[in-house]
């Protein structure tokens, strides 16, 4: 027995928490989380959102309050979405200066200053009465380069606002580049672009919907990604890094790991991944039943993505995760 036994022990390296500590190859880092942020016009309290326990649609004064709180607590970024009061076809508050958005890009730049990457959401579906993410055609479906028309006025008054990267999340073919162009010809080359460059049509955004109002009727399967294909991916990254993307992000991320990898494989950009609205769902409902060990989950799934090469994480635990690994 003695000559069969094995010499090479991998459990000497598991045998306490120091040791496991030691040799640990992920590590988390407050700096590489990004809490995503909703700001609604209208209100004079924090709506609660339903679907997301502990997340809320804020005024612009809570915002303020959680972007610092996100600053003291060692962010990276905070990425603001607008809910406005009024919709129509063609998504007009998301290019109004004064826009529910704008306003709050103005907000906590101020407020936090340098302190955080402030990012903006850059899409229509917050702003349009039939919730799609963008410009709609005669026969109803999205108009492509229409569409893009709109991003390219977005992306300028996000600029104008002081916002320091915006996030073009609506998978419109040339996106990237026709935001670049805005952007420069603005006169704004400082402001950079994180490319939502993988964004299925998951099933996974479902309460999102309820965090911005969207009325959407039907699906965006024509234009964001089908959850089948992987290899789609790379084309769309090489598509956007050429445009002029600084980043790029794979959304959503538990159940894209395997993308997110390739991804980050493949990228001369930095890779995010975008912790979505029903994977925090998921794990907040099974820890009000007792089935998980919430804390536990939270850090489980964020390494998850991490090792997976996520190099920065949009999640809506970004402020209680960074407390927790401090």
């Known amino acids: ?26 590590r988390l880092h407050p700096a590489e989380l990004i809490l995503p942020a909703f700001v609604r016009e209208g209100i004079a309290e924090p709506k609660p959102i339903t679907s997301m326990p502990g997340v809320v649609q804020h005024t612009r004064d809570t915002l303020r309050r959680a972007a610092v709180e996100a600053a ?41 200053g340098d302190a955080l990457v402030v990012m903006s959401d850059l899409c229509l579906d917050e702003y349009t009465d039939h919730g799609h993410c963008g ?12 569409t893009l028309e709109r991003y390219a006025e977005m992306a300028v008054v996000q600029a104008d606002a002081g916002v320091h990267l915006v996030g073009p999340s609506g998978m419109m073919d040339g996106q990237i580049g026709v935001v670049r ?5 603005a006169g704004h080359q400082d402001t950079g672009i994180l490319a939502y460059t993988a964004k299925y049509a998951s099933a996974f955004f479902g309460p999102f919907r309820e965090a911005v109002g969207s009325s959407l009727q039907g699906d965006r399967k024509t234009y964001q990604q089908d959850p089948a294909n992987a290899r ?26 395997d993308v997110l ?4 494989d493949a990228s001369p950009v930095p890779v995010s991944a975008y912790q979505v609205s ?25 390494t998850s993505i991490r090792r997976a090469g996520a190099e920065q994480i949009l999640t809506y635990w970004a402020v209680e995760a960074a407390r927790m690994i401090g």
């Not at 003291?72 to 958005?101: K, Y």
């Not at 789609?232 to 991320?253: F, I, N, W, Y």
């Not at 794990?283 to 919430?294: I, K, P, Q, S």
């Open 1 to 26: 027995m003695s000559a069969q036994f094995p010499v090479v022990r991998p459990r000497r390296l598991r045998s306490t928490p120091a040791m496991r500590r030691l040799v640990a190859e992920t």
């Open 181 to 185: 162009r805005a952007l420069d010809a």
């Open 261 to 264: 990898r390739q991804v980050a």
């Open 72 to 112: 003291e607590a060692g962010l990276g970024g905070i990425m603001l979405f607008g809910v406005p009061e009024e919709q129509d076809a063609v998504g007009s508050e998301g290019t109004n200066p004064d826009g529910i958005l704008q306003l709050a890009i103005r907000d906590v730049v101020a407020e936090v």
């Open 135 to 146: 410009v709609l055609a005669a026969d109803g479906s999205v108009d492509n380069d229409a």
């Open 232 to 257: 789609e991916s790379l084309r769309e990254l090489a598509q956007d890094v050429a445009e002029g993307a600084d980043m790029v992000m794979v959304k959503p991320a538990m159940a894209y790991l």
């Open 278 to 302: 029903g994977e925090y769902a998921m794990v907040e409902a099974a820890a009000a039943n007792g089935w998980v060990d919430r804390e536990r989950m939270i850090l489980e799934t964020l």
